[in-house]
């Protein structure tokens, strides 16, 4: 391993596009970061402000009009669990659940840290919003 997996540098949206390209999944451009796909579901890593932010949108909506049992779902995530937090965004036709999971890079990391780091923010999205799916019935 070289040198340079060792040497600890800033994280930048540069860096992050290059990580998560070299996953082999087809990945997009966005402001920041990247947008891509895991489990069917749409994720996107991105670096704001002194954060690596990797939010992960669920496949499925919930129906208009379920704000309350929407707020409530992800409510109960949010007290039993620290990572990923949960939250809704509500859209014309239906209720998003997007899984969020962020963690501080300001004093820089190095490559293997910042693979890691997006492994297991990835990982974590993608099973949180899997036991959702397990937990909601399919309308």
């Known amino acids: ?5 060792h040497e600890i540098a800033p994280v ?7 990580l998560v390209s070299q996953r082999g999944e087809f ?15 749409t994720y996107q890593v991105i670096v704001e402000d002194n954060d690596l932010v990797v939010r992960t949108r669920w496949s499925r909506l919930l129906p208009p ?20 937090t949960l939250f809704t965004s509500a859209f014309d036709d ?15 990391l190095t490559d293997d840290q910042l693979a890691d780091v997006v492994d297991v923010a990835l990982t974590v ?4 919003l899997r036991t959702l799916a397990a937990s909601v019935p399919a309308s």
């Open 27 to 41: 990945v997009r451009v966005a402001q920041g970061g990247v947008t891509g796909r895991i489990d069917q579901q």
């Open 94 to 108: 239906g209720i998003a659940v997007f899984a969020v999971s962020s963690t501080p890079v300001a004093v820089g």
């Open 12 to 18: 930048t949206p540069q860096r992050v596009r290059a």
């Open 1 to 5: 391993m070289s040198a340079a997996h």
């Open 125 to 128: 999205t993608a099973h949180a």
């Open 65 to 84: 009009g379920s704000n309350r049992s929407a707020a409530q779902l992800v409510n109960d995530w949010n007290r039993d669990r620290v990572l990923p």
